[in-house]
């Protein structure tokens, strides 16, 4: 049990997304989660001994504070209208986050911190007001993060493969988001819910039958629940609660002001040019100009910051050594030796001839391209080729499951044949005890708190129907495509919920690439023209990355709940409703975003013309750069780049190898000096060093801390990354709809400090 506690890697973390496809491959350090929630072992005396905690089963519930009062009904109105309310911010964050750099983040611990504090001061309010005011127990504090992970959820299709529908123009010409919101909202609604309903029946399977034969710890999720027990664990969880909150909220406080108030002040409270500094300072005669035509700049951006505290060192450093090697070493010899090109910004001003652009994607084909063309397929290739191999060496595992369920349905079978009064040999033999009943856990939940049989088949019968209607006659998608399609994505959700139950990283990248490159396969010589089968694929990506994110999330709430004791059918209700808030919240954030900033999503933005676009939608390029390659046979991939892309593919292959099976035993501890390769990847795709910077910084912060004053980092640490992540987010919200108003930076504030004053 003890390795098993030790093998959660930073457990606080929560799920953070990169490519808004699967958590940013972690770093191979070991944290022992007792380190993590050391408040368990301090403040729930009155529960257990140090030692006993120190030995207590995850795979069981929890065991909480004797004096907790029982929860009759902990799915409350409020419970459920707070967790939305939370989960809409995260929702804003991540549609700002992800469109930017491909990151998106879980509002699990967000919604558990920030809803604890809410719900708690409700709880005091005099009187006992019907609905505001009562007793707060742990259980209904579940319901909150259930529902606030429900409603920031589903992001992802949208700062992925919506966008890049309209880059590819497959959605015709003059069509705009805004234009399509119809279409929108229904794609939404099917790829939200569909990944509800399929998995809800696999509760029973993860998290009881088989979680720990096939050691389905849950690493996130399980630290939700330790820290919901830690708060609500007397009156010392209690301060250690409120302290959190009080982090969390200034944190936020200071990122959304900050954000906002740098848009007029950008090249001073936001962006550090300092090359261009130099160059101005030089009298525009610096050849530090051609750093600066890198990207190679400081971001005060404290969502990035943030999101480096979570993510660790090693992918921190990685992301920064792979900007280094690819707009500082890659691309400047590439351009040297003639193989791509830049694009003077400015070449009538003679202040700023020597400034270049080397991210143009325009006249691919017709002549040299550019460096961020050239990294991109290397990215693509790095990041579909390190994510299937660590599926694949999984493998065991996922054998193990598949045995596990086949034996758990012939069971099922056997047993609605014996209540008929019939017998079949072939379900009775394969039903009989196979010895893994002794790793099977008492399910704490009685019947009467299990989601109902006809609720989630009806559900699914009836999203399986709308999505083949709504496919059919919205997406020019073929009925057999769009039951190919679901069953793709509920085969990938299985894939990625017990991969994701083990390893902490949820591979949406492979589940989302594999459903294109097999659509690539079944549209290939069927008649399809490119721009339809380039809609279809991207489509059937979204489906599976969209419905497994959906299936990851709900059983992660399961396993928090389970360790809590919250009824399943409550936490699904909870969950539900969020999801049904973020099926029409996202999509009118998502054209909120398009209409301030088009370059998101129009094909003809050309930056040498237009300007540079505020959001560098790396997963945008991603996702358009594997349908073009897996439909379009004139695709012109350089041959340099196509070489390079199979080498380094290769060779994220082998290490991926050589970590799980070499570094074992002893030699698991050099794990942690390997590169990570997912993270390398990102910034190939993200043609700019800058979030790079802010990452590693924020990383460097949270070593520091941790390693002077752990204690203070176990309070506060959390808390003021998630804080900083969403209080930037909203603020980025706030500047769309200042955009839209013509109030923005770009009109009422100054651009000094910034090169050609335009940052």
């Known amino acids: 049990m003890a390795d098993e506690k030790n093998n959660i890697a930073s457990a606080p973390a929560g799920d953070v997304h990169p490519f808004a496809e699967g958590n940013p491959p972690a770093g191979d350090e070991k944290v022992d989660l007792k380190d993590e929630v050391k408040v368990d072992e301090h403040d729930l005396k009155k529960t257990s001994t140090e030692d006993e905690a120190a030995e207590e089963d995850l795979y069981r519930p929890l065991l909480m504070d004797k004096e907790i009062v029982h929860e009759p009904n902990p799915l409350t109105v409020r419970a459920v209208v707070v967790g939305c309310i939370l989960g809409g911010l995260v929702n804003a964050s991540n549609l700002y986050l992800g469109l930017k750099t491909g990151f998106t983040f879980s509002a699990n611990m967000f919604g558990a911190i920030f809803g604890y504090g809410i719900l708690k001061f409700m709880s005091r309010v005099p009187g006992h007001i019907p609905i505001i005011g009562g007793a707060f127990g742990?259980?209904?504090?579940?319901?909150?993060?259930?529902?606030?992970?429900?409603?920031?959820?589903?992001?992802g299709i949208f700062v992925a493969g919506i966008p890049a529908m309209y880059q590819l123009n497959?959605?015709?010409d003059g069509h705009t988001p805004e234009s399509d919101i119809g279409a929108i909202f229904t794609i939404t609604l099917v790829c939200s819910f569909i990944g509800l309903f399929y998995v809800t029946p696999l509760r029973k399977f993860f998290i009881i039958q088989v979680a720990r034969e096939l050691k389905l710890m849950?690493?996130?999720?399980?630290?939700?629940?330790?820290?919901?027990?830690?708060?609500?664990?007397?009156?010392?969880?209690?301060?250690?609660?409120?302290?959190?909150?009080?982090?969390?909220?200034?944190?936020?406080?200071?990122?959304?002001?900050?954000?906002?108030?740098?848009?007029?002040?950008?090249?001073?409270?936001?962006?550090?040019?300092?090359?261009?500094?130099?160059?101005?300072?030089?009298?525009?005669?610096?050849?530090?100009?051609?750093i600066e035509s890198w990207g190679w700049y400081m971001e005060w951006t404290p969502a990035f910051i943030g999101s480096g505290m979570l993510i660790g060192l090693n992918p921190a450093i990685s992301m920064f050594g792979g900007s280094v090697l690819a707009w500082g070493l890659i691309g400047p010899l590439l351009v040297h030796y003639g193989e791509c090109i830049g694009k003077q910004v400015a070449p009538d001003d003679p202040k700023w001839n020597s400034y270049y652009s080397f991210t143009s994607l325009r006249n691919l084909g017709k002549e040299t391209p550019s460096p961020r063309y050239w990294l991109l397929w290397p990215g693509?290739?790095?990041?579909v080729c390190c994510s299937m191999a660590e599926l694949f060496i999984q493998w065991k595992v996922i054998w193990a499951g598949a045995k596990s369920g086949w034996h758990q349905t012939c069971i099922s079978i056997n047993d609605a044949l014996v209540k008929r009064g019939k017998t079949n040999a072939f379900f009775a033999k394969h039903s009989k005890a196979d010895g893994r009943e002794a790793f099977m856990v008492e399910d704490p939940a009685p019947a009467s708190e299990q989601v109902k049989t006809w609720w989630w088949m009806l559900g699914l019968l009836v999203t399986t129907v709308l999505g083949i209607i709504i496919f059919h006659f919205q997406w020019d998608m073929h009925p057999g495509l769009t039951i190919l399609a679901i069953v793709l994505a509920f085969l990938f959700s299985f894939l990625a919920v017990q991969i994701g139950a083990v390893t902490d990283q949820t591979p949406l990248t492979a589940a989302a690439k594999a459903s294109q490159l097999i659509f690539g396969g079944a549209t290939s010589g069927s008649g399809f023209s490119v721009q339809h089968a380039q809609k279809l694929n991207l489509v059937a990506g979204g489906l599976a990355s969209g419905g497994a994110d959906v299936a990851a999330s709900l059983t992660s709430d399961f396993r928090t709940g389970f360790l809590i004791g919250t009824p399943p059918v409550k936490q699904w209700i909870a969950q539900a409703f969020g999801t049904f808030v973020a099926v029409w919240l996202a999509p009118g954030l998502f054209i909120l975003f398009t209409k301030a900033y088009p370059c998101i999503y129009s094909p003809d933005w050309d930056p040498e013309?237009?300007?540079?676009?505020?959001?560098?939608?790396?997963?945008?390029?991603?996702?358009?750069?594997?349908?073009?390659?897996?439909?379009d046979p004139e695709v012109n991939i350089p041959l340099t780049s196509?070489?390079?892309?199979?080498?380094?593919?290769?060779?994220?292959?082998?290490?991926?190898?050589?970590?799980?099976?070499?570094?074992?035993?002893?030699?698991?501890?050099?794990?942690?000096?390997?590169?990570n390769w997912g993270a390398i990847a990102l910034s190939w795709v993200i043609p700019a060093p800058v979030f790079a910077n802010a990452a590693l910084v924020g990383a460097i912060v949270a070593a520091l801390w941790r390693k002077y004053n752990f204690t203070t980092w176990e309070i506060y640490g959390y808390a003021v990354a998630a804080g900083f992540i969403a209080g930037e987010g909203l603020g980025g919200v706030v500047g769309a709809i200042l955009t839209l108003a013509g109030v923005d930076g770009a009109i009422k504030g100054t651009q000094v400090a910034c090169p050609l004053d335009s940052c």
């Open 642 to 675: 196509g070489i390079f892309s199979i080498v380094m593919g290769v060779f994220s292959i082998a290490q991926a190898v050589f970590r799980h099976y070499y570094l074992v035993g002893e030699r698991e501890k050099y794990r942690k000096w390997l590169p």
């Open 380 to 383: 693509v290739m790095v990041m």
């Open 138 to 155: 742990p259980q209904e504090n579940s319901i909150i993060q259930a529902a606030a992970t429900g409603a920031g959820g589903i992001a």
């Open 609 to 631: 013309v237009d300007g540079q676009c505020a959001f560098l939608v790396p997963s945008v390029t991603a996702w358009a750069a594997v349908a073009r390659a897996v439909t």
């Open 170 to 172: 497959v959605m015709g």
């Open 218 to 290: 849950f690493p996130t999720a399980t630290a939700v629940g330790l820290t919901i027990r830690s708060m609500h664990a007397g009156a010392a969880g209690s301060i250690n609660a409120m302290k959190k909150l009080k982090g969390l909220i200034w944190s936020f406080l200071a990122a959304f002001v900050h954000r906002i108030v740098s848009y007029y002040a950008v090249g001073i409270l936001y962006d550090w040019h300092v090359f261009t500094w130099i160059h101005i300072w030089s009298g525009y005669t610096s050849w530090a100009l051609n």
